[in-house]
């Protein structure tokens, strides 16, 4: 019973005590019969005011969705007894809006019947929710009584990034042993033309290039390229992000869509794929292959958030496994803390094949207020660019991302300097 109610009620109580009390002291009947309205009323209230409980049951379309999806969201609702106003409401997490549909809605509940309120979700971010906490409110006819109720019907729902379709990820500099997409640049048996060279004993005469041999005058034979699968790991700095006050979108949430996106690029050339999410908490995946690894990362990837922490934490934390020989370690980072920083230096050190794509947080970020605020801000956009310039000293490929801007076009930018990169090491 909420405070209006027990103030009406306590109201009627109070008039009809005083009526029965003055027509007793002064011996005045006529009292009683002037207090009998609120006495029945009163007690017509209590008689006819049971307590509802209705049965709530919460239906979702679906539990996968992707940012931007809408779903469809059912709840039924049955009662044993008549509720003559029963208003409905589901609490939204944040990230979720309803586009159609009343949320709260009011409407009236016979015995025995079954009603269904329909709602139209929209899901405005990624993340891992768990929908389904109703309130409920019902008041008797006379308005005497409000029965408040919080039912818990929660089911999870996970909401994935959307991931940006890619013509092609960045190629890793070795390759594995095992066949895939990948063109080798070591040569064996495969499909990929790399060279011709002279016939040696033990060449199958299938290779022979006879056009050349004609015009050599002795046998030469083809030589290829094979196919080789390639180990990815994706690095995911999540040790600070960068975002207006009051925004709803800053770098980490670039830093997951861009991470989602080039999980599925590699997925989709079927190399091994995994994630090690370097922050306040340290996550990883070990690296696999298909559909259902890409389902594992991107439900890491949701589960991602910023967890602020002083301690130090290395790259040598990681198991030994987890960063396997020759893999293209490809980290997606604002490159705001000094820990991720030196952590990829140190990968680099170990002589790990390592790319960094920075999610700016230019952005997201403004001067302080006069000269020196302007004069800061010019110093810190300085600090960024030399630390660019000592990724590439150590032959890090750095390319710079903003939002608006196509993911694809800063991985050519990565390739190409990688290309420039290799032949200046040859």
């Known amino acids: 019973m909420n405070r209006a109610a027990a103030a009406k ?6 008039l009809s005590a005083i009526g029965l009390l003055a027509s007793l002291v002064l011996g005045r009947p006529e009292l009683v019969a002037l207090s009998a309205p609120f006495v029945l009323t009163l007690v017509a209230g209590f008689v006819l005011a049971g307590s509802p409980d209705p049965e709530v049951v919460l239906h979702l379309e679906r539990e996968r969705a992707v940012d931007g999806d809408e779903l469809g969201l ?4 049955r009662s044993i007894s008549s509720l003559e106003q029963l208003e409905v409401l589901l609490v939204l997490p944040r990230g979720l809006s309803v586009v159609s549909g009343e949320n709260p809605t009011l409407l009236r509940l016979a015995s025995g019947e079954t009603r269904i309120v329909e709602l139209r979700l929209r899901c405005d971010r990624w993340g891992g ?5 109703i309130e409920l409110r019902s008041r008797d006819r006379f308005g005497l009584h409000v029965y408040q109720a919080r039912l818990d019907r929660r089911v999870p729902l996970k909401v994935y990034p959307r991931a940006e379709a890619l013509r092609g990820a960045v190629r890793p500099l070795e390759t594995q042993l095992f066949s895939g997409n990948q063109v080798a640049r070591a040569r064996g048996e495969g499909i990929e033309f790399a060279d011709l060279r002279p016939f040696a004993p033990g060449d199958v005469v299938r290779r022979v290039n006879w056009r050349a041999s004609a015009r050599r005058d002795s046998l030469w034979v083809n030589e290829y390229h094979p196919e080789r699968d390639a180990e990815v790991i994706l690095f995911l700095d999540s040790f600070l992000e960068a975002r207006r006050a009051g925004g709803d979108a800053g770098t980490l949430d670039l830093s997951i869509r861009a991470a989602a996106s080039l999980a599925s690029a590699y997925v989709g050339v079927r190399d091994r794929i995994g994630i090690v999410g370097f922050g306040g908490i340290l996550r990883w995946l070990q690296p696999g292959t298909g559909l259902a690894q890409l389902y594992r990362i991107v439900d890491a990837l949701i589960d991602t958030e910023i967890s602020l922490s002083y301690a130090w934490k290395g790259i040598e934390v990681i198991p030994p496994g987890m960063l396997p020989p020759q893999a293209l370690v490809l980290a997606v980072s604002p490159l705001l803390d000094e820990r991720a920083v030196t952590a990829l230096l140190d990968l680099r050190g170990r002589r790990f094949d390592v790319a960094v794509v920075e999610v700016s947080p230019l952005p997201f970020t403004e001067p302080g207020p006069g000269e020196l605020g302007d004069l800061a801000y010019r110093l810190w956009a300085l600090r960024r660019e ?14 710079e991302w903003r939002d608006g801007t196509p993911l694809q076009a800063a991985l050519e930018e990565v390739t190409a300097f990688r290309r420039h990169a290799r032949f200046a090491r040859a």
Not at 74 to 77: M, R
Not at 129 to 133: A, D, K, R, V
């Open 9 to 14: 009620t306590g109201a009627y109580a109070g």
């Open 129 to 133: 929710y768990l929908l389904g906490t």
């Open 74 to 77: 059912e709840i039924e609702l």
């Open 386 to 399: 030399a630390l660019r310039a000592r990724y590439q000293r150590q032959g890090v490929a750095v390319v």
